[in-house]
Nanobody, 122 residues
Framework: QVQLVESGGGLVHTGGSLRLTCAAS????????RGWFRQAPGKEREFVAA????????IYADSVKGRFTISRDNAKNTVYLHMDSLSPEDTAVYYC???????????????WGQGTQVTVSS
């Protein structure tokens, strides 16, 4: 059974940092692009960051550029999202995904995790 499992979410104060982890199992995703999306209450799921298969290309949403960093470890079948300078606007459920291309749209991804809650208090 293919699974993507996110972890590392939690409650943090404004200006704080968190690192999210997405561990994959059931198949190797070393040749897949990996992405992070988020969904706040009452809003649509939005793109956060994506990385190509070997880490040589990354893209970010403008709202997180310079604050978030996506990385991956193919030996561990894992992708990370390091988040700095967090603000209440970053509060959302964060989802990781895997797909064949580095895209900023949900349609580009075939596999999804269940999400991890990130809450930033003011």
């Amino acid at each position: 059974q293919v699974q993507l499992v996110e972890s590392g979410g939690g409650l943090v104060h404004t200006g704080g940092s968190l690192r999210l982890t997405c561990a994959a199992s059931g198949r190797t995703f070393s040749s897949f692009a990996r992405g992070w999306f988020r969904q706040a209450p009452g809003k649509e799921r939005e793109f956060v960051a994506a990385i190509n298969w070997n880490g040589g290309r990354t893209i970010y949403a403008d709202s997180v550029k310079g604050r978030f960093t996506i990385s991956r470890d193919n030996a561990k079948n894992t992708v990370y999202l390091h988040m700095d300078s967090l603000s209440p606007e970053d509060t959302a459920v964060y989802y990781c995904a895997a797909g064949t291309s580095v895209l900023s749209t949900t349609e580009g991804y075939d596999y999804w995790g269940q999400g991890t809650q990130v809450t930033v208090s003011s």
